[in-house]
């Protein structure tokens, strides 16, 4: 980008040099990219489920409704808070992540337990999916995690896993003790993700730029905090995903280091 361009002239009106000053701008685009992206996803992924509980109320203000039909439309209008609640916890999640000031509270967990109350919390909305949980031989190991972030990273991958499949999709979940961590892998059947979407796809309010991601609503934020979460637990998290065949997201975290005691480093044959 050229900042400036003068040629220098003195007062003799001789010719005296160019000037030529080179500003790289490609961060502030990309800043500014992301501030629209920012705004249009808020005003659309707000818009939806503020204009249905708008109109829901509307016509229970309006009309004497019979007491079932009440009922189906105080049900729409409690799932729709429940959306915009957790898009405000996104953003301010998104926002304390930006400022360091998100807080975790390590403790000692067993994963494997949380991971089969998420996946059955999971299957509960996902009555058009089969989900499975595989444990192998169930680890025993415990991870220093915090439960609360724990069951946001594997709602979002389940979620996620669940949203972007076809009805009647697979999604599975395996753990796998290996020597030092936990594996745990959220498999689907679903859409899949590009082969270039890739390298952005844990970036901040990205999301696929494709008619069938379009049409599934999101804000591109669920797994920018998952990365999040796993980096505080110093894990990995990665994906390998065939556009049309499905993904496969796999989280990697270490297991509790065991406090070797001074005895048994004495009592240790050299
Ligand atoms: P959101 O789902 O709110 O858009 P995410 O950060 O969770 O945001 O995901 C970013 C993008 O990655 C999604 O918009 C979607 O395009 C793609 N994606 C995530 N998970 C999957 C999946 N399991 N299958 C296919 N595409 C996925």
Do not use: W
């Not at 900042?3 to 000037?19: K, L, Q, S």
């Not at 301010?92 to 067993?110: G, I, N, T, W």
């Not at 009555?127 to 069951?151: C, F, I, N």
């Not at 496969?248 to 240790?268: D, G, M, R």
Request: hydrophobic share 40%; glycine share 8%.
């Amino acid at each position: 980008f050229v900042h400036v361009y003068a040629e220098g002239i003195d007062y003799g009106g001789r010719f005296r040099g160019t000037m030529l000053v080179l500003r790289d701008v490609t961060i502030e685009t990309g800043i500014d990219r992301m501030k629209s992206e920012f705004v249009s996803t808020v005003s659309h992924e707000l818009r939806t489920p503020l204009a249905s509980i708008f109109g829901y109320t509307e016509l229970m203000l309006a009309k004497d409704l019979p007491a079932a039909r009440q009922q189906r439309y105080l049900t729409t209008i409690h799932t729709e808070t429940q959306r915009l609640t957790s898009l405000v916890n996104d953003f301010l999640d998104v926002q304390r992540m930006e400022s360091s000031q998100q807080q975790y509270h390590f403790k000692e967990l067993d994963l494997a337990n949380l991971i089969q109350e998420v996946a059955e919390f999971q299957a509960g909305s996902a009555t058009h999916h089969q989900l499975s949980l595989e444990t192998g031989d169930a680890p025993v190991r415990q991870v220093e995690a915090d439960e609360a972030k724990m069951r946001q990273l594997f709602g979002n991958l389940i979620n996620n896993a669940i949203k972007y499949s076809p009805d009647g999709g697979q999604v599975e979940l395996r753990l796998e003790e290996l020597d030092d961590r936990l594996r745990v892998t959220v498999s689907d059947e679903g859409i899949g993700i590009p082969r270039q979407a890739l390298p952005e796809l844990f970036g901040k309010f990205y999301r696929v730029d494709n008619s069938d991601s379009r049409k599934i609503g999101g804000t591109g934020l669920g797994l920018a905090i998952c990365q999040e979460i796993v980096r505080a637990h110093e894990g990995l998290i990665h994906v390998e995903s065939t556009e049309g065949k499905g993904s496969v997201f796999t989280v990697e975290l270490p297991f509790v280091q065991a406090e070797v005691s001074l005895e048994e480093i004495v009592e240790a044959p050299l």
